[in-house]
């Protein structure tokens, strides 16, 4: 088995009922893997839910995306921060003084989790972001945010395997990048279109990877997931 000290890949617990969730994770290792609960699961399954995969010794990345005011944002990470979460993150489109506020809630927090921002949703074209009053391609709007991230002190952004190289070169080497649309050669696509496989994830730059269905929908979860880890083994560091 490969031995992990930093997992590189948060798999992502898109579930609709906390006993499902739980089903999936009797079957991984904390050793192997994080975790990541987002808006549905956790709408169900609350901060318990979160505590029943901590004691497990999961990390876990709470993907709840938080948008509001500065004031709300901040109170927001403070209670991610008192569940004992390993990765919290907000919308870069908050602006700089969120993102500022969320980062000082953070680090006044007895427990610090990594705190991260989503740029432009993928699920956003040029038409929907011209609709919205941002000019530019995506790929302009993703860089400006993370650069903006960047600034207000953030650690990283949520960004698809696509933009990986693009951000990594403006923004260096200790920024995180967490890339979802992860998947293994050969592996069902499900609704992601522009893919990459993990292992040229990690080689672009990636620092996480967010894999969901092909584990969760793995006939053995472990073994899909173990052999992700197999394959991205010599690209990290020594
Ligand atoms: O099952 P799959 O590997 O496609 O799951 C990917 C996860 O990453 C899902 O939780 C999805 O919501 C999330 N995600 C994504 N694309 C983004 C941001 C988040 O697929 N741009």
Known sequence: MVEMTDPR???????AEAAQ?????????????RLKVGKELFTRGGPALVAALQEK???????LKFHDIPNTVAKACKAAADLGVWMVNVHALGGRRMMAAAREAIDAAAHRPRLI???VLTSMGDADLAEVGLQGSPEDNVRRLARLTASAGLDGVVCSPREVVMLRNTLGGDFQLITPGVRPAGAALNDQTRVATPEDAMRMGA???????PITQADDPLAALMAINEAILPLLPH
Do not use: H, K, M, N
Not at 9 to 15: M, R
Not at 21 to 33: G, H, I, K, M, S
């Open 117 to 119: 921002a989503v740029t």
């Open 207 to 213: 620092s996480y990877l967010v894999i969901g269905r």
């Open 9 to 15: 890949v948060i798999v992502a617990l898109d579930f």
């Open 57 to 63: 010794g999961f990390e876990v990345f709470l993907d």
């Open 21 to 33: 969730a739980q089903a999936l994770v009797a079957r991984l290792d904390p050793a192997q893997c």
